[in-house]
């Protein structure tokens, strides 16, 4: 009895911009025996005669009318509450009813049996508000599936519960230590590493009893499993059947009976003035959202004050490498030179988190991927000098800092933010102080703490150093690894002309075209004009001799 069923019991997912609440699903379940078996079979071959098709289409049909107990077909719609003759006898009694919702059932199931009952008899739902809801893990689908294996992701997915359903107080007092767990187990990544969307949940059901004896719990069992989230995600298990064969649903117990189910998606397809509606609305939408933004940004454009230079950098720190122990972390800040000026609420000044290298090739390298943002702005005292001015500096430090909090410094650097505007990736090296003797390097080693300098500018040649040469004589250091950066350097001015300048150069230029008098106006033609007729006899003489001469001949005969 089980020849001709689908086998594919695999869920599907759907993807919707429509709202969910619009679909609608036809289920049709029929008990499938050997008298249902050899009524199909007659019927095909009925249908094939058609002389004979009519007689025996009646016969046939007066069949089914007899056998329609073993029969539902049913549209149900989403999140529509659909009562089995179990809940009808557990909620018609007030006294059962604990929360609001069982209340509500009550009434309706009240006003269903005082007006013409219910239209179902063996199909019925568990919505996402019904405790039955969770109950999966209890009750299993009786719809036969083929063998096959848990993917990855619904091995991950196995212990993940429903946001909604799992509502605990909020306890604002949590462990301050070991907020990073270094090496998770294998429960913890499935509770705490898993993206958890939240969904809502719908049972269709079906009470595979005897028809005199419908309600009893134990033969109920699962047809479909339908879930949504915000996202237009719907997942729906199994699939419909899409022309393919019935479903075969096997009940449990002494008599194992079979049912054939057909899922069928009969949600109404949207009309040419709705889709037109909704269109519009869409590009409606989109253009408040288009103007919304517009006005945030403004029509014109941000322009920096007149004779100021203004500089943008969004820099990242991408990697460290070569040094020598693990668990990096970088200290950086961006010293202004003369003339040059921040916003009092810029920080010009920030500390990377703590990374772990990885070994790439020879070297062990630290990725850090840490963003950062400047913007300053330079302002010439003297609008007569020329010089160019001197660059904001960036100066870092790197330290190590490992599981028994021994601290270390790794290396100094430095970098000039580039003159030039557009992207930049700059490798610096650096280097640490040294002390003389073992002592240093044996505290270094095991307790920590290294020999640091007590200003970073002493990197390069500070900016408060007012000599000619600058010596270092007697340092000692050691070069360590390199740290590199990428800048995008952004670079905005305007140009300071004050009014008498701008009074005076335009004045200069009308006198070179000549002032408003007629006079002067016919003097600047004239002369326009003999220069023009001096550079063409300058052409004319740079030319080749025997081109000069070709056409000379070319003019001779045409005038003859």
């Known amino acids: ?19 969910v609440k619009n679909l609608t699903i036809k289920i049709h379940i029929q008990r499938f025996t ?11 071959q009925v249908l094939t005669q058609q002389e004979r098709g009519g007689i025996e289409l009646d016969t046939l049909n007066s069949q089914a009318q007899s056998a329609g107990d073993d029969e539902e077909e049913l549209v149900v719609g989403w999140q529509e509450k659909l009562f089995s003759q179990y809940e009808v006898d557990l909620f018609q009694s007030e006294a059962v009813c604990q929360t609001p919702l069982e209340r509500q059932y009550h009434t309706e199931i009240m006003a269903l049996e005082r007006t013409r009952g219910r239209r179902n008899r063996r199909i019925f739902t568990y919505t996402d508000f019904d405790r039955f809801t969770n109950w999966e893990g209890d009750s299993q689908s009786m719809v036969t599936q083929v063998k096959s294996n848990p993917t990855f992701l619904a091995h991950r997915m196995a212990n993940v519960r429903h946001r909604r359903q799992d509502r605990r107080p909020v306890d604002s007092t949590f462990p301050k230590s070991r907020l990073i767990t270094w090496e998770p187990s294998e429960d913890f990544v499935k509770t705490s590493h898993v993206v958890n969307t939240p969904v809502q949940t719908m049972h269709i059901m079906g009470d595979m009893g005897p028809l005199g004896k419908l309600g009893q719990k134990e033969k109920e069992c699962l047809l479909c499993t339908i879930r949504a989230d915000g996202n237009g995600v719907i997942t729906i298990k199994p699939d419909f059947n899409k022309g393919k064969e019935p479903y075969r649903v096997e009940t449990e117990g002494e008599k194992r009976e079979v049912w054939r189910l057909t899922l069928e998606n009969v949600s109404e397809g949207i009309r040419p003035e709705e889709k037109e509606r909704e269109q519009r609305m869409y590009k409606d939408l989109y253009v408040r959202h288009k103007d919304y933004l517009n006005s945030l940004v403004g029509q014109d454009f941000e322009m920096p004050p007149p004779g100021i230079l203004r500089l943008l950098v969004n820099g990242e720190i991408d990697s460290a490498k070569g040094f020598e122990y693990d668990n990096l972390y970088v200290h950086f800040f961006l010293e202004l030179p003369h003339n040059w000026s921040t916003l009092p609420f810029h920080s010009l000044s920030g500390v990377t988190q703590t990374c772990r290298t990885k070994t790439i090739g020879k070297d062990d390298v630290a990725f850090f991927s840490y963003p ?14 020329e010089s160019l001015p001197q660059w904001p500096v960036l100066y870092f430090k790197v330290l190590s800092l490992d599981f028994w909090q021994r601290y270390r410094n790794e290396g100094y650097g430095y970098l000039v933010i ?33 020999p640091e300098l007590e200003d970073y500018s002493y990197v390069r040649v500070p900016g408060t150093f007012k000599g000619e040469r600058l010596s270092r004589f007697g340092f000692r250091t050691q070069t360590t690894g390199s740290v590199t950066f990428n800048l995008h350097c952004i670079q905005h001015a305007r140009a300071f002309v004050d009014a008498s300048t701008l009074k005076k150069r335009r004045q200069s230029v009308l006198d070179q075209l000549g002032g408003f008098s007629q006079q002067g106006s016919v003097y600047n033609v004239l002369e326009a004009f003999q220069r023009a007729r001096r550079r063409m006899q300058e052409a004319r003489e740079s030319l080749p001799r025997d081109l000069i001469n070709t056409t000379a001949q070319q003019n001779s005969e045409s005038n003859a």
């Open 34 to 44: 050997s008298t249902a078996a050899l009524s199909q079979h007659l019927q095909q």
């Open 418 to 450: 580039p003159s030039t505007r557009g992207k930049h990736t700059i490798t610096c090296h650096t280097w640490r102080p040294l002390q003389t003797g073992t002592v240093s390097e044996l505290r270094r080693f095991f307790i920590g703490g290294s």
């Open 372 to 385: 950062f943002s400047f913007e300053a702005f330079f302002r010439r005292e003297d609008e007569t000098e």
């Open 1 to 19: 009895m089980a020849d001709g069923c689908s086998t594919d019991t695999g869920e599907a997912t759907y993807c919707s911009r429509d709202a």
